[in-house]
């Protein structure tokens, strides 16, 4: 293996307070990749503008991102939902298009807007390959090599820059604001966010059947429970989405977005709840049998807001839309 890279870029570093859980003389069983910004890039928007039933518009409109995706999901209350998904890297041109065309999405009945604006010492992101970027990533075209910090519990945390001399423990609880139908969240501080994707369009054969046959169905059972009962461990939200094509074709990626309580929230589920003990496991089963030949990508990209970098707006949405469930279930008005 090449020399390692560490998930931090050099112009992040700072000095440490809060230890790494990286093991001594850590050696990943398999290389790994993070996306790389300019060191310009100061902070990101992302933003999710989702539907209750069939879409009848985009929220676009004109000079909207230059990157975006569209996802749908069936929801807590089993309706069929749309989101469309924009990346920004520059927040004055996010704030002229939003204050102009995206604030207007809300207007209608069955829609919701949850937008995260992070500096970039608050997110991370992992490939488990190079040649396609996803996500957040997409506002670059540069990877890292193969870094150090993944492959063990508390990767995702060593991997996020703040968290170098910050516990990013939440502060506060989020809560409901009504005004008629319309519903806005006052956020936590701390709010966490992943989304975590596959891609196998390029599995074929014997390699496509394991993965639909023994990796799927385990990803899907544990994606139904964070969406139906994760709020007892701290998920407030979770949406196991198949990406569409601009004509609403299902595609051959899906990904899980999840707003959790919490990191630690969200580092408690992964490395011990049965749900996603049984994903590790599918997943480590496959990726043993196949080795380096392997098409399979996996990505994700996880997130820490500060509260005021996050904004939640629904109008004319059931109660456990989003973070409404949450808001709703703890609010006292």
């Not at 500096?119 to 997409?138: H, I, K, N, Q």
């Not at 007892?232 to 198949?242: D, E, L, Q, S, V």
């Not at 630690?264 to 997943?283: C, R």
Request: a negative charge; hydrophobic letters at 35%; charged letters at 25%.
């Amino acid at each position: 293996m090449s020399e390692l890279e560490s998930a931090i870029p050099d112009h992040l570093v700072v000095p440490r307070s809060c230890p790494r859980r990286t093991p001594e003389s850590y050696q990943p069983p398999f290389p790994s990749y993070v996306a790389r910004f300019p060191a310009s890039t100061e902070r990101v928007v992302m933003g999710y503008f989702g539907i209750q039933g069939i879409p009848d518009a985009s929220p676009w409109g004109d000079q909207g991102p230059s990157r975006t995706d569209r996802a749908r999901y069936t929801d807590e209350e089993g309706i069929d939902t749309t989101v469309f998904i924009g990346y920004w890297d520059d927040v004055a041109t996010f704030d002229r298009w939003f204050d102009t065309v995206g604030h207007h999405w809300t207007s209608v009945r069955g829609r919701f807007v949850e937008i995260i604006r992070p500096t970039v010492d608050r997110y991370e992101t992992l490939f488990s390959s190079t040649g396609r970027m996803e996500g957040v990533a997409t506002l670059t075209d540069s990877l890292s090599g193969t870094i150090e910090e993944h492959a063990y519990w508390g990767g995702v945390r060593d991997r996020i820059p703040l968290s170098q001399n910050d516990s990013l423990a939440p502060i506060g609880e989020p809560r409901v604001v009504r005004d008629g139908d319309r519903v806005r969240i006052v956020p936590q501080e701390n709010l966490c966010l992943i989304r975590s994707g596959q891609d196998w369009a390029d599995t074929a054969g014997s390699e496509r059947e394991m993965y639909l046959r023994d990796v799927e169905p385990v990803l899907r059972a544990g994606m139904d429970f964070l969406r139906d009962d994760g709020l007892a461990i701290g998920c407030f939200a979770n949406r196991y989405m198949t990406v569409v094509t601009d004509d609403g074709t299902d595609t051959d990626k899906s990904f899980g977005m999840s707003w959790w309580r919490s990191l630690s929230d969200l580092e408690a589920w992964a490395e011990s709840h049965p749900t996603h003990v049984a994903i590790f496991g599918a997943a480590l089963k496959y990726l043993s049998t196949m080795g380096p030949a392997a098409s399979l990508r996996l990505y994700h990209e996880v997130t820490v807001a500060a509260a005021d970098e996050q904004y939640f707006e629904y109008f004319g949405c059931h109660d456990r839309t989003g973070l409404l469930r949450t808001a709703v279930e703890r609010s006292t008005l």
